[in-house]
Protein backbone atom coordinates (compact mmCIF):
# COMPACT_ATOMS: atom_id res chain seq x y z
CA UNK A 1 0.00 0.00 0.00
CA UNK A 2 1.48 3.28 -1.27
CA UNK A 3 1.27 6.33 1.45
CA UNK A 4 1.30 10.13 1.13
CA UNK A 5 4.20 12.00 2.42
CA UNK A 6 2.72 12.80 5.49
CA UNK A 7 1.84 9.84 6.77
CA UNK A 8 -1.92 9.86 5.99
CA UNK A 9 -4.28 7.79 3.88
CA UNK A 10 -7.52 8.38 3.23
CA UNK A 11 -7.57 9.71 7.02
CA UNK A 12 -5.94 6.12 8.23
CA UNK A 13 -2.14 6.02 9.43
CA UNK A 14 -0.05 4.39 8.03
CA UNK A 15 1.75 1.88 10.79
CA UNK A 16 3.69 -0.54 8.07
CA UNK A 17 6.90 -1.68 10.04
CA UNK A 18 9.02 0.65 7.50
CA UNK A 19 6.60 3.53 8.49
CA UNK A 20 7.40 3.33 11.92
CA UNK A 21 10.55 2.82 11.67
CA UNK A 22 11.05 6.35 9.70
CA UNK A 23 8.88 7.95 12.22
CA UNK A 24 11.15 6.64 14.94
CA UNK A 25 14.32 7.66 13.40
CA UNK A 26 13.13 11.28 12.48
CA UNK A 27 12.03 11.71 16.26
CA UNK A 28 14.91 10.48 17.63
CA UNK A 29 17.18 12.94 15.16
CA UNK A 30 14.72 15.67 16.69
CA UNK A 31 15.19 14.72 20.63
CA UNK A 32 17.81 16.63 22.40
CA UNK A 33 17.62 14.32 24.78
CA UNK A 34 20.61 11.16 24.55
CA UNK A 35 17.83 8.46 23.72
CA UNK A 36 19.45 4.35 23.90
CA UNK A 37 18.66 0.97 24.07
CA UNK A 38 20.20 -1.29 26.50
CA UNK A 39 20.00 -5.06 27.19
CA UNK A 40 19.28 -6.43 30.58
CA UNK A 41 22.98 -6.11 31.33
CA UNK A 42 22.98 -2.51 30.72
CA UNK A 43 24.86 -2.83 27.39
CA UNK A 44 24.20 -0.38 24.71
CA UNK A 45 22.71 -1.23 22.13
CA UNK A 46 21.88 2.04 20.15
CA UNK A 47 22.31 5.37 20.92
CA UNK A 48 20.52 8.49 19.23
CA UNK A 49 22.07 11.12 17.14
CA UNK A 50 22.19 13.58 20.49
CA UNK A 51 24.74 11.87 21.52
CA UNK A 52 27.32 14.18 19.70
CA UNK A 53 25.99 17.00 21.73
CA UNK A 54 25.60 15.67 25.14
CA UNK A 55 28.95 13.45 25.24
CA UNK A 56 30.63 14.40 22.38
CA UNK A 57 30.76 10.99 21.08
CA UNK A 58 29.11 9.42 17.42
CA UNK A 59 26.21 6.89 18.61
CA UNK A 60 28.02 4.10 17.24
CA UNK A 61 31.14 4.89 19.67
CA UNK A 62 28.28 4.02 22.76
CA UNK A 63 26.78 0.76 20.90
CA UNK A 64 28.68 -2.36 22.84
CA UNK A 65 29.22 -0.44 26.09
CA UNK A 66 27.65 0.09 29.25
CA UNK A 67 27.31 3.97 28.90
CA UNK A 68 25.94 4.52 32.73
CA UNK A 69 29.02 2.51 34.50
CA UNK A 70 32.18 3.40 31.44
CA UNK A 71 31.15 6.88 31.89
CA UNK A 72 29.55 7.82 35.10
CA UNK A 73 31.58 9.81 37.51
CA UNK A 74 33.26 7.39 39.69
CA UNK A 75 31.78 9.21 42.75
CA UNK A 76 28.09 8.26 40.97
CA UNK A 77 28.77 4.61 40.43
CA UNK A 78 27.06 3.16 43.68
CA UNK A 79 24.51 5.03 43.54
CA UNK A 80 23.90 3.60 39.53
CA UNK A 81 24.91 0.21 41.45
CA UNK A 82 22.14 0.42 43.55
CA UNK A 83 19.33 1.90 41.14
CA UNK A 84 20.11 -1.44 38.98
CA UNK A 85 20.21 -4.05 42.19
CA UNK A 86 16.06 -2.73 42.53
CA UNK A 87 15.62 -2.71 38.93
CA UNK A 88 12.53 -0.09 39.85
CA UNK A 89 11.96 3.41 39.89
CA UNK A 90 14.29 6.23 38.23
CA UNK A 91 18.16 6.15 38.46
CA UNK A 92 19.16 9.49 40.80
CA UNK A 93 20.43 12.64 38.21
CA UNK A 94 24.66 11.64 37.92
CA UNK A 95 27.53 12.79 35.78
CA UNK A 96 28.70 11.51 32.97
CA UNK A 97 32.22 11.64 31.23
CA UNK A 98 32.31 13.67 28.05
CA UNK A 99 34.78 12.85 25.22
CA UNK A 100 36.71 16.19 26.08
CA UNK A 101 37.37 15.27 29.43
CA UNK A 102 34.76 17.10 31.22
CA UNK A 103 31.39 16.28 33.01
CA UNK A 104 27.86 16.96 31.83
CA UNK A 105 25.00 16.43 34.58
CA UNK A 106 21.77 14.74 33.09
CA UNK A 107 18.40 13.30 34.04
CA UNK A 108 17.95 9.75 33.63
CA UNK A 109 14.41 8.82 32.27
CA UNK A 110 13.74 4.68 31.67
CA UNK A 111 11.88 2.24 30.88
CA UNK A 112 12.43 -1.89 31.25
CA UNK A 113 10.47 -3.84 28.23
CA UNK A 114 9.88 -7.56 29.37
CA UNK A 115 9.32 -10.56 27.21
CA UNK A 116 6.14 -12.83 27.40
CA UNK A 117 7.38 -15.01 29.85
CA UNK A 118 7.83 -11.56 32.08
CA UNK A 119 11.97 -11.52 32.04
CA UNK A 120 13.42 -8.17 30.79
CA UNK A 121 14.26 -7.97 27.19
CA UNK A 122 15.70 -3.90 27.25
CA UNK A 123 16.36 -1.11 28.82
CA UNK A 124 15.13 1.99 27.02
CA UNK A 125 16.64 5.32 27.99
CA UNK A 126 16.49 9.32 27.55
CA UNK A 127 18.93 10.98 28.99
CA UNK A 128 18.32 14.45 29.63
CA UNK A 129 21.49 17.53 29.94
CA UNK A 130 20.65 19.62 33.52
CA UNK A 131 23.57 20.60 34.12
CA UNK A 132 22.43 24.43 33.57
CA UNK A 133 19.89 23.68 36.14
CA UNK A 134 22.58 22.28 38.52
CA UNK A 135 24.89 24.76 38.08
CA UNK A 136 22.03 26.91 38.93
CA UNK A 137 21.12 24.95 42.17
CA UNK A 138 24.76 24.71 43.05
CA UNK A 139 25.06 28.66 42.49
CA UNK A 140 22.00 28.54 45.33
CA UNK A 141 23.62 26.20 47.85
CA UNK A 142 27.15 28.84 47.35
CA UNK A 143 24.78 31.77 47.49
CA UNK A 144 22.91 30.02 50.87
CA UNK A 145 25.86 29.08 52.13
CA UNK A 146 27.61 32.61 52.30
CA UNK A 147 24.25 33.70 53.90
CA UNK A 148 24.82 31.47 56.77
CA UNK A 149 28.31 32.86 57.08
CA UNK A 150 27.60 36.16 56.70
CA UNK A 151 24.60 36.16 59.19
CA UNK A 152 27.08 33.88 61.38
CA UNK A 153 29.77 36.14 61.74
CA UNK A 154 27.27 39.50 61.84
CA UNK A 155 28.01 40.83 65.57
CA UNK A 156 24.67 41.34 66.12
CA UNK A 157 22.25 38.74 67.25
CA UNK A 158 20.53 37.39 64.05
CA UNK A 159 17.71 34.82 63.90
CA UNK A 160 15.75 33.57 61.24
CA UNK A 161 12.12 32.30 61.37
CA UNK A 162 9.33 30.54 59.65
CA UNK A 163 6.20 30.55 61.53
CA UNK A 164 7.33 32.39 64.08
CA UNK A 165 10.13 29.54 65.12
CA UNK A 166 13.78 29.62 65.40
CA UNK A 167 14.77 28.00 62.23
CA UNK A 168 18.37 29.23 62.02
CA UNK A 169 20.59 31.65 65.01
CA UNK A 170 23.73 33.06 64.82
CA UNK A 171 26.92 32.69 67.37
CA UNK A 172 25.86 36.76 68.66
CA UNK A 173 22.02 35.65 69.42
CA UNK A 174 23.21 32.50 70.93
CA UNK A 175 25.84 34.02 73.60
CA UNK A 176 23.53 37.61 74.08
CA UNK A 177 20.63 35.07 75.47
CA UNK A 178 23.42 33.46 77.43
CA UNK A 179 22.91 30.27 75.88
CA UNK A 180 25.76 28.01 74.69
CA UNK A 181 24.68 25.88 71.52
CA UNK A 182 22.38 27.03 68.96
CA UNK A 183 20.38 23.79 69.51
CA UNK A 184 19.25 25.04 72.63
CA UNK A 185 17.22 27.99 70.65
CA UNK A 186 16.68 26.37 67.03
CA UNK A 187 12.97 25.03 66.96
CA UNK A 188 11.54 27.05 69.55
CA UNK A 189 8.94 29.71 69.66
CA UNK A 190 10.54 33.67 69.25
CA UNK A 191 8.41 34.97 71.45
CA UNK A 192 9.58 32.27 73.83
CA UNK A 193 12.66 34.57 73.90
CA UNK A 194 10.86 37.87 74.77
CA UNK A 195 9.08 40.09 77.92
CA UNK A 196 5.86 38.47 78.56
CA UNK A 197 4.57 41.97 78.46
CA UNK A 198 6.14 42.66 74.74
CA UNK A 199 4.92 39.72 73.10
CA UNK A 200 1.15 40.74 72.75
CA UNK A 201 2.53 44.05 70.16
CA UNK A 202 4.52 41.47 68.40
CA UNK A 203 3.01 38.93 65.77
CA UNK A 204 6.60 37.43 63.37
CA UNK A 205 4.50 36.69 60.57
CA UNK A 206 5.40 40.26 58.64
CA UNK A 207 5.01 39.96 54.66
CA UNK A 208 4.88 43.50 53.64
CA UNK A 209 7.78 44.43 51.28
CA UNK A 210 11.07 44.85 52.24
CA UNK A 211 11.87 45.62 55.81
CA UNK A 212 9.37 46.37 59.03
CA UNK A 213 10.07 49.54 60.97
CA UNK A 214 12.42 48.92 63.83
CA UNK A 215 10.63 48.45 67.66
CA UNK A 216 12.37 48.21 70.86
CA UNK A 217 11.53 45.30 72.90
CA UNK A 218 12.70 43.56 76.10
CA UNK A 219 14.18 40.04 76.08
CA UNK A 220 15.22 37.73 78.64
CA UNK A 221 18.42 35.93 79.18
CA UNK A 222 18.62 32.68 80.22
CA UNK A 223 19.93 33.81 83.76
CA UNK A 224 16.72 35.64 83.10
CA UNK A 225 18.22 39.09 83.14
CA UNK A 226 16.06 41.31 80.99
CA UNK A 227 17.83 43.57 78.35
CA UNK A 228 16.18 46.14 75.47
CA UNK A 229 16.96 45.65 72.19
CA UNK A 230 16.05 47.43 68.32
CA UNK A 231 14.50 44.73 66.45
CA UNK A 232 14.07 44.87 62.63
CA UNK A 233 12.57 42.12 60.74
CA UNK A 234 13.36 41.43 56.80
CA UNK A 235 11.53 39.13 54.30
CA UNK A 236 13.89 37.06 52.65
CA UNK A 237 14.28 33.63 51.02
CA UNK A 238 16.51 31.06 53.55
CA UNK A 239 17.72 27.41 52.24
CA UNK A 240 14.93 27.57 49.15
CA UNK A 241 12.17 28.50 51.23
CA UNK A 242 10.23 32.11 52.73
CA UNK A 243 11.70 33.06 56.12
CA UNK A 244 11.88 35.87 58.24
CA UNK A 245 15.26 37.56 59.64
CA UNK A 246 14.91 39.35 62.84
CA UNK A 247 17.99 41.30 63.58
CA UNK A 248 18.24 42.23 67.17
CA UNK A 249 20.51 45.67 68.35
CA UNK A 250 21.13 45.54 72.37
CA UNK A 251 20.76 48.71 73.16
CA UNK A 252 19.97 48.51 76.97
CA UNK A 253 23.64 50.78 77.93
CA UNK A 254 22.12 53.27 75.34
CA UNK A 255 18.66 53.05 77.56
CA UNK A 256 20.79 53.46 80.82
CA UNK A 257 23.09 56.15 79.45
CA UNK A 258 19.60 58.12 78.03
CA UNK A 259 18.32 57.91 81.64
CA UNK A 260 21.49 59.00 82.87
CA UNK A 261 21.22 62.36 80.69
CA UNK A 262 17.34 62.85 81.65
CA UNK A 263 18.50 62.27 84.94
CA UNK A 264 21.15 65.30 84.60
CA UNK A 265 19.04 67.23 83.10
CA UNK A 266 16.50 67.13 85.78
CA UNK A 267 19.44 67.70 87.94
CA UNK A 268 20.19 70.77 86.14
CA UNK A 269 16.98 72.09 86.03
CA UNK A 270 16.41 71.32 89.87
CA UNK A 271 19.46 73.96 90.56
CA UNK A 272 18.26 76.72 88.39
CA UNK A 273 14.99 76.50 90.37
CA UNK A 274 17.03 76.03 94.33
CA UNK A 275 16.66 79.30 94.70
CA UNK A 276 13.26 79.75 93.50
CA UNK A 277 12.16 76.72 95.78
CA UNK A 278 14.02 78.24 98.13
CA UNK A 279 12.23 81.17 98.39
CA UNK A 280 8.86 79.40 98.00
CA UNK A 281 9.48 76.96 100.66
CA UNK A 282 10.90 79.77 103.21
CA UNK A 283 7.80 81.80 102.51
CA UNK A 284 5.38 79.55 104.35
CA UNK A 285 8.10 77.96 106.24
CA UNK A 286 8.53 81.30 107.77
CA UNK A 287 4.72 81.67 108.58
CA UNK A 288 4.35 78.28 110.16
CA UNK A 289 7.61 79.00 112.22
CA UNK A 290 6.16 82.08 113.52
CA UNK A 291 2.73 80.76 114.34
CA UNK A 292 3.95 78.02 116.17
CA UNK A 293 5.99 79.99 118.47
CA UNK A 294 2.95 82.43 119.42
CA UNK A 295 0.85 78.64 120.28
CA UNK A 296 3.82 78.24 122.32
CA UNK A 297 4.11 81.27 124.18
CA UNK A 298 0.73 81.91 124.73
CA UNK A 299 -0.35 78.07 125.74
CA UNK A 300 1.02 78.21 129.00
CA UNK A 301 -0.62 81.38 129.99
CA UNK A 302 -3.85 80.67 129.00
CA UNK A 303 -3.84 77.53 130.70
CA UNK A 304 -2.42 79.12 133.96
CA UNK A 305 -5.78 82.12 133.18
CA UNK A 306 -7.98 79.12 132.67
CA UNK A 307 -7.40 77.87 136.31
CA UNK A 308 -8.30 80.91 137.59
CA UNK A 309 -11.35 82.29 135.67
CA UNK A 310 -14.45 82.35 137.86
CA UNK A 311 -16.18 85.34 136.33
CA UNK A 312 -17.87 85.56 132.80
CA UNK A 313 -16.14 88.24 131.54
CA UNK A 314 -12.52 86.44 132.05
CA UNK A 315 -14.52 82.83 130.46
CA UNK A 316 -15.20 85.47 127.28
CA UNK A 317 -11.87 86.24 127.10
CA UNK A 318 -10.17 83.11 127.19
CA UNK A 319 -12.59 81.45 124.41
CA UNK A 320 -11.64 84.13 122.24
CA UNK A 321 -8.16 83.38 122.86
CA UNK A 322 -8.55 80.01 122.28
CA UNK A 323 -10.27 81.03 118.58
CA UNK A 324 -7.37 83.30 117.89
CA UNK A 325 -5.16 80.28 118.77
CA UNK A 326 -7.16 78.04 116.39
CA UNK A 327 -6.64 80.33 113.70
CA UNK A 328 -3.22 80.50 114.74
CA UNK A 329 -2.61 76.80 114.02
CA UNK A 330 -5.06 76.87 110.79
CA UNK A 331 -2.73 79.06 109.48
CA UNK A 332 0.07 77.16 110.06
CA UNK A 333 -1.31 74.29 108.98
CA UNK A 334 -1.67 75.99 105.49
CA UNK A 335 2.00 77.08 105.43
CA UNK A 336 3.08 73.32 105.92
CA UNK A 337 0.28 72.37 103.36
CA UNK A 338 2.08 74.65 100.60
CA UNK A 339 5.28 72.93 101.72
CA UNK A 340 4.19 69.58 101.00
CA UNK A 341 2.96 69.86 97.64
CA UNK A 342 6.52 71.86 96.75
CA UNK A 343 8.45 69.30 98.23
CA UNK A 344 6.16 66.66 96.14
CA UNK A 345 6.46 68.81 93.13
CA UNK A 346 10.17 68.92 93.66
CA UNK A 347 9.91 65.11 93.89
CA UNK A 348 8.52 64.23 91.00
CA UNK A 349 10.70 66.25 88.58
CA UNK A 350 14.34 64.81 90.71
CA UNK A 351 12.75 61.28 90.70
CA UNK A 352 14.84 58.56 88.73
CA UNK A 353 12.24 56.51 87.95
CA UNK A 354 12.03 54.37 84.69
CA UNK A 355 10.03 54.70 81.68
CA UNK A 356 7.03 53.11 83.13
CA UNK A 357 3.97 54.77 81.45
CA UNK A 358 0.18 55.33 82.72
CA UNK A 359 -3.32 57.84 81.46
CA UNK A 360 -2.07 60.71 82.80
CA UNK A 361 -4.27 64.02 82.74
CA UNK A 362 -1.48 66.59 81.53
CA UNK A 363 -3.34 69.98 83.16
CA UNK A 364 -2.36 68.66 86.57
CA UNK A 365 1.26 67.95 85.60
CA UNK A 366 1.34 71.26 83.82
CA UNK A 367 -0.14 72.81 86.93
CA UNK A 368 2.99 70.99 89.34
CA UNK A 369 5.40 71.93 86.67
CA UNK A 370 4.13 75.90 86.80
CA UNK A 371 4.20 75.65 90.55
CA UNK A 372 7.75 74.72 90.60
CA UNK A 373 8.92 77.58 87.89
CA UNK A 374 6.58 80.10 89.45
CA UNK A 375 9.21 82.22 91.33
CA UNK A 376 11.34 82.37 87.85
CA UNK A 377 7.70 83.50 86.25
CA UNK A 378 6.45 86.30 88.06
CA UNK A 379 9.36 88.95 88.32
CA UNK A 380 9.47 88.80 84.27
CA UNK A 381 5.81 88.18 83.33
CA UNK A 382 2.15 87.68 84.00
CA UNK A 383 1.23 84.19 84.05
CA UNK A 384 -1.85 83.23 81.75
CA UNK A 385 -3.80 79.62 81.39
CA UNK A 386 -6.13 78.62 78.87
CA UNK A 387 -6.67 75.18 79.60
CA UNK A 388 -9.50 73.61 77.88
CA UNK A 389 -10.67 69.99 78.51
CA UNK A 390 -8.74 67.06 77.05
CA UNK A 391 -8.34 63.74 76.84
CA UNK A 392 -5.81 61.68 79.11
CA UNK A 393 -2.17 60.85 77.54
CA UNK A 394 -0.58 58.05 77.79
CA UNK A 395 2.95 59.23 79.58
CA UNK A 396 5.11 59.09 82.46
CA UNK A 397 4.44 61.88 84.51
CA UNK A 398 7.73 62.69 86.16
CA UNK A 399 9.19 62.94 82.63
CA UNK A 400 6.48 64.75 80.96
CA UNK A 401 6.66 67.00 83.84
CA UNK A 402 10.13 67.57 82.55
CA UNK A 403 9.42 68.61 79.28
CA UNK A 404 7.10 71.46 80.77
CA UNK A 405 9.66 73.05 83.30
CA UNK A 406 12.31 73.09 80.60
CA UNK A 407 9.18 74.93 77.89
CA UNK A 408 8.82 77.17 81.13
CA UNK A 409 12.24 78.10 81.97
CA UNK A 410 13.24 78.52 78.65
CA UNK A 411 10.23 81.04 78.42
CA UNK A 412 10.94 82.84 81.34
CA UNK A 413 14.17 83.49 80.52
CA UNK A 414 13.57 84.45 77.23
CA UNK A 415 12.21 87.72 79.17
CA UNK A 416 14.35 90.32 80.99
CA UNK A 417 13.55 90.37 84.77
CA UNK A 418 11.52 94.03 85.84
CA UNK A 419 9.20 94.04 82.94
CA UNK A 420 6.33 91.58 84.63
CA UNK A 421 3.45 94.27 83.77
CA UNK A 422 4.89 94.11 79.91
CA UNK A 423 5.08 90.72 79.39
CA UNK A 424 2.71 87.08 79.23
CA UNK A 425 3.85 83.65 79.79
CA UNK A 426 1.28 81.67 78.41
CA UNK A 427 0.12 78.14 78.95
CA UNK A 428 -2.35 76.51 76.73
CA UNK A 429 -4.36 73.17 76.54
CA UNK A 430 -6.94 71.70 73.85
CA UNK A 431 -7.29 69.09 71.00
CA UNK A 432 -6.31 69.49 67.56
CA UNK A 433 -6.96 66.77 64.80
CA UNK A 434 -7.41 64.51 67.32
CA UNK A 435 -3.97 64.63 69.85
CA UNK A 436 -3.87 66.30 73.04
CA UNK A 437 -2.02 70.00 72.15
CA UNK A 438 0.27 71.72 74.89
CA UNK A 439 1.38 75.31 74.18
CA UNK A 440 3.81 77.25 76.40
CA UNK A 441 4.47 80.88 74.73
CA UNK A 442 5.92 83.91 75.52
CA UNK A 443 6.60 87.67 74.94
CA UNK A 444 10.58 87.25 75.37
CA UNK A 445 13.34 88.11 72.69
CA UNK A 446 12.89 85.01 69.96
CA UNK A 447 15.22 82.89 68.72
CA UNK A 448 17.40 84.29 65.92
CA UNK A 449 16.64 82.43 62.08
CA UNK A 450 20.80 81.53 61.76
CA UNK A 451 20.37 79.07 65.29
CA UNK A 452 17.00 78.05 65.08
CA UNK A 453 17.63 74.58 63.62
CA UNK A 454 19.94 74.11 65.97
CA UNK A 455 18.10 74.15 69.32
CA UNK A 456 17.24 70.72 69.36
CA UNK A 457 20.99 69.65 69.13
CA UNK A 458 22.13 68.13 72.17
CA UNK A 459 24.64 70.41 74.14
CA UNK A 460 24.00 73.21 72.10
CA UNK A 461 22.91 76.35 73.74
CA UNK A 462 23.52 80.23 73.69
CA UNK A 463 23.73 80.57 77.08
CA UNK A 464 27.10 81.32 78.92
CA UNK A 465 29.66 78.86 80.35
CA UNK A 466 28.47 76.88 83.57
CA UNK A 467 24.75 78.73 82.77
CA UNK A 468 23.17 75.82 81.02
CA UNK A 469 24.62 72.34 79.57
CA UNK A 470 22.45 72.71 76.00
CA UNK A 471 20.45 69.46 77.06
CA UNK A 472 16.85 70.50 77.90
CA UNK A 473 14.96 71.31 74.28
CA UNK A 474 17.18 67.29 72.97
CA UNK A 475 15.69 65.81 76.00
CA UNK A 476 12.58 67.34 75.74
CA UNK A 477 12.42 66.14 71.91
CA UNK A 478 13.55 62.85 73.13
CA UNK A 479 10.63 62.13 75.46
CA UNK A 480 8.07 63.40 73.91
CA UNK A 481 9.29 61.45 69.96
CA UNK A 482 9.49 58.42 72.98
CA UNK A 483 5.95 59.36 73.83
CA UNK A 484 4.55 58.65 69.99
CA UNK A 485 4.48 62.68 70.01
CA UNK A 486 6.21 65.71 68.71
CA UNK A 487 7.43 68.90 69.68
CA UNK A 488 7.85 72.21 67.69
CA UNK A 489 8.90 75.76 67.45
CA UNK A 490 7.56 78.62 65.92
CA UNK A 491 10.07 82.04 66.74
CA UNK A 492 10.43 85.50 65.60
CA UNK A 493 12.84 87.84 67.03
CA UNK A 494 11.70 90.68 69.01
CA UNK A 495 7.83 89.26 69.13
CA UNK A 496 8.42 85.74 71.66
CA UNK A 497 7.85 82.36 70.47
CA UNK A 498 5.39 79.60 70.92
CA UNK A 499 6.55 75.38 71.62
CA UNK A 500 4.08 73.26 70.77
CA UNK A 501 3.47 69.48 72.36
CA UNK A 502 1.62 67.11 70.38
CA UNK A 503 0.54 63.91 71.99
CA UNK A 504 -1.47 61.07 71.05
CA UNK A 505 -4.15 59.96 73.37
CA UNK A 506 -4.19 56.90 75.61
CA UNK A 507 -6.19 54.41 74.13
CA UNK A 508 -6.64 52.64 77.66
CA UNK A 509 -8.32 54.14 80.88
CA UNK A 510 -7.26 53.81 84.32
CA UNK A 511 -8.96 50.85 85.43
CA UNK A 512 -11.88 51.46 87.93
CA UNK A 513 -11.17 50.39 91.60
CA UNK A 514 -13.61 47.17 92.33
CA UNK A 515 -16.13 48.11 94.97
CA UNK A 516 -15.79 46.21 98.00
CA UNK A 517 -18.79 43.89 98.26
CA UNK A 518 -17.92 41.94 101.22
CA UNK A 519 -16.45 44.51 104.20
CA UNK A 520 -15.98 42.93 107.80
CA UNK A 521 -16.98 44.40 110.65
CA UNK A 522 -14.70 47.10 112.26
CA UNK A 523 -13.92 46.67 115.65
CA UNK A 524 -14.54 49.34 118.08
CA UNK A 525 -10.77 49.36 118.72
CA UNK A 526 -8.13 47.89 116.45
CA UNK A 527 -5.12 46.96 117.21
CA UNK A 528 -2.52 49.04 114.85
CA UNK A 529 1.02 48.64 114.54
CA UNK A 530 3.33 51.71 113.36
CA UNK A 531 6.84 50.58 112.16
CA UNK A 532 9.30 53.83 111.44
CA UNK A 533 12.40 54.53 111.97
CA UNK A 534 11.57 58.21 113.00
CA UNK A 535 10.21 58.02 116.30
CA UNK A 536 7.85 61.55 115.82
CA UNK A 537 6.32 59.92 112.92
CA UNK A 538 4.99 57.13 115.05
CA UNK A 539 4.10 59.39 118.03
CA UNK A 540 2.17 61.99 115.46
CA UNK A 541 0.13 58.32 114.60
CA UNK A 542 -0.29 57.52 117.84
CA UNK A 543 -1.66 61.17 118.86
CA UNK A 544 -4.08 60.60 115.44
CA UNK A 545 -5.18 57.55 116.00
CA UNK A 546 -5.06 56.98 119.46
CA UNK A 547 -8.39 57.81 120.37
CA UNK A 548 -10.24 55.56 118.27
CA UNK A 549 -7.59 52.42 118.35
CA UNK A 550 -4.95 50.96 120.39
CA UNK A 551 -1.75 51.91 118.63
CA UNK A 552 2.05 50.51 119.08
CA UNK A 553 4.92 51.92 117.57
CA UNK A 554 8.16 50.16 116.98
CA UNK A 555 11.49 52.12 115.15
CA UNK A 556 12.17 48.76 113.86
CA UNK A 557 11.74 46.35 111.25
CA UNK A 558 13.64 43.74 113.74
CA UNK A 559 11.23 45.28 116.37
CA UNK A 560 7.85 44.98 114.95
CA UNK A 561 9.16 41.09 114.14
CA UNK A 562 9.91 40.39 117.18
CA UNK A 563 6.70 41.10 118.48
CA UNK A 564 5.22 39.00 115.62
CA UNK A 565 7.27 36.27 116.79
CA UNK A 566 5.94 36.59 120.52
CA UNK A 567 2.29 36.04 118.94
CA UNK A 568 1.14 39.72 119.16
CA UNK A 569 -1.49 40.08 116.30
CA UNK A 570 -2.52 43.63 114.51
CA UNK A 571 -5.43 44.62 112.44
CA UNK A 572 -3.64 47.31 110.32
CA UNK A 573 0.50 48.09 110.06
CA UNK A 574 1.77 51.20 109.29
CA UNK A 575 5.34 50.45 107.85
CA UNK A 576 8.30 52.66 106.33
CA UNK A 577 9.18 51.36 103.29
CA UNK A 578 13.20 52.72 103.58
CA UNK A 579 14.80 52.22 107.13
CA UNK A 580 18.18 50.90 108.08
CA UNK A 581 19.31 47.39 108.34
CA UNK A 582 16.03 46.00 107.67
CA UNK A 583 13.73 47.48 104.93
CA UNK A 584 10.11 47.48 104.99
CA UNK A 585 10.25 45.71 101.84
CA UNK A 586 12.53 42.75 103.97
CA UNK A 587 10.07 43.05 106.78
CA UNK A 588 7.11 42.71 104.50
CA UNK A 589 9.01 39.11 102.96
CA UNK A 590 9.64 37.63 106.42
CA UNK A 591 5.60 38.31 107.01
CA UNK A 592 4.59 36.68 103.60
CA UNK A 593 6.68 33.58 104.88
CA UNK A 594 5.55 33.44 108.44
CA UNK A 595 2.89 35.65 109.29
CA UNK A 596 1.13 35.72 105.94
CA UNK A 597 -2.26 37.26 107.39
CA UNK A 598 -0.02 40.40 109.19
CA UNK A 599 1.21 41.13 105.07
CA UNK A 600 -2.08 41.15 103.85
CA UNK A 601 -3.17 43.83 106.50
CA UNK A 602 -0.09 46.07 105.32
CA UNK A 603 0.44 49.93 104.56
CA UNK A 604 3.51 51.13 103.00
CA UNK A 605 4.37 54.93 104.34
CA UNK A 606 7.32 56.58 101.63
CA UNK A 607 9.35 59.48 102.14
CA UNK A 608 9.81 59.45 98.40
CA UNK A 609 13.68 58.34 98.26
CA UNK A 610 12.72 55.48 95.98
CA UNK A 611 15.61 53.21 94.88
CA UNK A 612 15.18 50.86 91.92
CA UNK A 613 14.10 47.77 93.84
CA UNK A 614 11.59 49.92 96.09
CA UNK A 615 10.12 50.96 92.99
CA UNK A 616 9.82 47.64 91.43
CA UNK A 617 8.45 46.59 94.96
CA UNK A 618 5.68 49.33 94.87
CA UNK A 619 4.44 48.52 90.96
CA UNK A 620 4.16 44.76 91.99
CA UNK A 621 2.96 44.69 95.58
CA UNK A 622 -0.96 44.90 96.06
CA UNK A 623 -0.62 46.70 99.26
CA UNK A 624 -1.86 50.22 99.24
CA UNK A 625 0.85 52.37 100.36
CA UNK A 626 0.74 56.68 101.23
CA UNK A 627 3.38 59.34 100.89
CA UNK A 628 5.01 61.76 103.86
CA UNK A 629 4.07 64.16 105.06
CA UNK A 630 1.11 62.57 104.53
CA UNK A 631 -2.94 64.40 105.72
CA UNK A 632 -3.50 62.99 109.00
CA UNK A 633 -7.39 63.08 107.81
CA UNK A 634 -6.50 61.19 104.69
CA UNK A 635 -4.84 58.92 106.95
CA UNK A 636 -7.78 58.24 109.39
CA UNK A 637 -9.85 57.78 105.90
CA UNK A 638 -7.28 55.10 104.92
CA UNK A 639 -7.47 53.13 108.17
CA UNK A 640 -10.58 53.39 108.50
CA UNK A 641 -11.43 52.12 104.66
CA UNK A 642 -8.48 49.10 104.98
CA UNK A 643 -10.09 47.84 108.43
CA UNK A 644 -13.79 47.53 106.14
CA UNK A 645 -11.84 45.81 103.61
CA UNK A 646 -12.47 42.05 103.29
CA UNK A 647 -10.06 39.48 105.18
Known amino acids: ?58 PEDLVGRDVLMSFAHTEDRDALRTWRARRQGQPPSFRLRRADGGYVWVEAHTRLVLLPD ?3 REICFALRDISGRKGAEEAVRRSEARLHQLIGGLPEAIAVLRSGRVVFVNPAHV ?59 QNLEFDGAPALLASARDVSERKRMHARLLQADRMVSVGTLAAGVAHEINNPLASV ?21 DDGASREAVT ?33 DDDRRAP ?46 NLLLNAAQAIPEGQADRNEIRVATRLEAGRVLVEVSDTGSGIASEIRGRIFDPFFTTKPIGAGTGLGLSVCQSIIAGLGGEITCETAVGRGTVFRVWLPAAQRVPAARQP ?37 AVTSAHEALSLLTAGQR ?77 A
Open 570 to 646: FDLILCDLMMPVMTGMDLYGEMQRGFADQAARTIFVTGGAFTPRAQEFLDHVDNPHIEKPFDLRQLRALVKERLRAP
Open 360 to 405: TDVKPVLESSVNMVGNEIRHRARLRKDYQDVPLVEANEARLGQVFI
Open 516 to 552: QITPRSVKARARVLVVDDEPMIGTSVRRSLGGEHDVT
Open 1 to 58: MEGSQDGRNGGEVLDSDGERAERFRILAELSTDLLGLAGPDGVWRWASPASRALLGYA
Open 118 to 120: GSP
Open 289 to 309: IANLEVVAEDLPKLAAEATCT
Open 320 to 352: ARVTEMEETLRDAREGAERVRLIVRDLRTLSRG
Open 175 to 233: SWLGHERAEELVGRAYADFIHPDDRAAVAFDYRGPGSAPLRELRFLRRDGEVVTAEVAV
